[in-house]
C-alpha cells in the first residue's frame, strides 16, 4: 500500500454494531482494464483502451482474501452499500470459502497450489523426480545462493537488481494485474524470505517467500533469461 502499486487505492471498512467493532474489510480500488486476462495479442492491443472503475475487497497481491472477524449477510450487505459508490462494479478477490452474497457471480480465478513439503518429503518423489533434481543440481553447481529472512533483510544495495529481474519475468507474463515498483521490494523485506542466485558474481535470479508459521508463500519471482539454462 505505501509503495504506490499502480493504479491502486487503498481503504478499510469498520463494521459496527453498537459500539462493537465485529468487522475489518480491507478493499482497493483500480481501473480494471478489459484486456487483463485476455492473451492473444492482437485482441489485447484491440481492448487496451477499455475499462471500468472496479471496488474490489481483499488486496492486489495476496493469494486469499481475508475479513478479520465476522463475516454475515449483514456485514457483507452494509460493505457491498459503501462499495457500490466508489466503482461501477463491486468484486471479491480471491476468497476461497463461501461468502453470503446475494446478486454475484462466482467466477474461477488462476490456480493456486499446495504443497505439503515435510521432512520426508524428498522420500516420496519419484526415482524420476529425483533424478531430475539431481541432474539440475549438478548443473547448477556453479552457482552461488544467498538467503535472507526478516532476521537478516535483504540490503538496499540488492532492491535494484531484484527489480531488474521481476521486471524480465514480468514482461514475459501473459497476465498480469498488478506491477510492483522497488519500493514494493524495500518495504516488504523485514517481512520477507528472499532466495538469490548468482553466477560469477551477478545476480541471475530471485524468490521472494512470505512466510506465517509453518506455511510459506510463493510471492515473486525474477531470472536473467539470457542464462536460465
Request: hydrophobic share 40%; charged share 20%; with cysteine.
Amino acid at each position: 500500500q505505501a509503495a504506490g502499486i499502480g493504479d491502486f487505492r487503498f481503504g478499510y471498512l469498520l463494521a459496527y454494531r453498537g459500539d462493537t467493532r465485529v468487522s475489518v474489510v480491507p478493499y482497493f480500488l483500480t481501473e480494471y482494464r478489459l484486456n487483463t486476462l485476455v492473451t492473444d495479442r492482437w485482441l489485447k492491443r484491440l481492448l487496451a483502451p477499455f475499462g471500468f472503475r472496479v471496488a474490489c475487497v481483499g488486496h492486489p497481491s495476496t493469494d486469499e482474501g481475508r475479513i478479520e472477524g465476522e463475516v454475515s449477510a449483514e456485514v457483507l450487505q452494509a460493505v457491498n452499500r459503501v462499495l457500490r459508490g466508489k466503482g461501477a462494479a463491486t468484486a471479491y478477490k480471491w476468497f476461497s470459502q463461501a461468502l453470503p452474497l446475494d446478486g454475484f457471480v462466482e467466477v474461477s480465478g488462476l490456480p493456486i497450489n499446495v504443497l505439503a513439503a515435510g521432512a520426508d518429503y524428498p522420500a516420496g518423489l519419484s526415482r524420476s523426480v529425483r533424478r531430475n533434481v539431481a541432474r539440475k543440481l549438478r548443473k547448477s553447481a556453479s552457482l552461488n545462493f544467498r538467503e535472507y529472512t526478516p532476521q537478516n533483510p535483504l540490503p538496499a544495495h540488492a532492491v535494484s537488481d531484484v527489480l531488474r529481474l521481476y521486471e524480465n519475468t514480468a514482461a514475459r507474463s501473459k497476465l498480469q494485474f498488478e506491477y510492483l515498483n522497488a519500493e514494493y521490494f524495500r518495504l516488504t523485506a523485514p517481512l520477507s524470505t528472499y532466495l538469490l542466485a548468482f553466477e560469477g558474481g551477478q545476480m541471475i535470479g530471485f524468490l521472494q517467500w512470505l512466510r506465517n508459521g509453518t506455511r510459506v508463500s510463493g510471492k515473486y519471482i525474477g531470472m536473467d533469461y539470457a542464462r536460465n539454462r
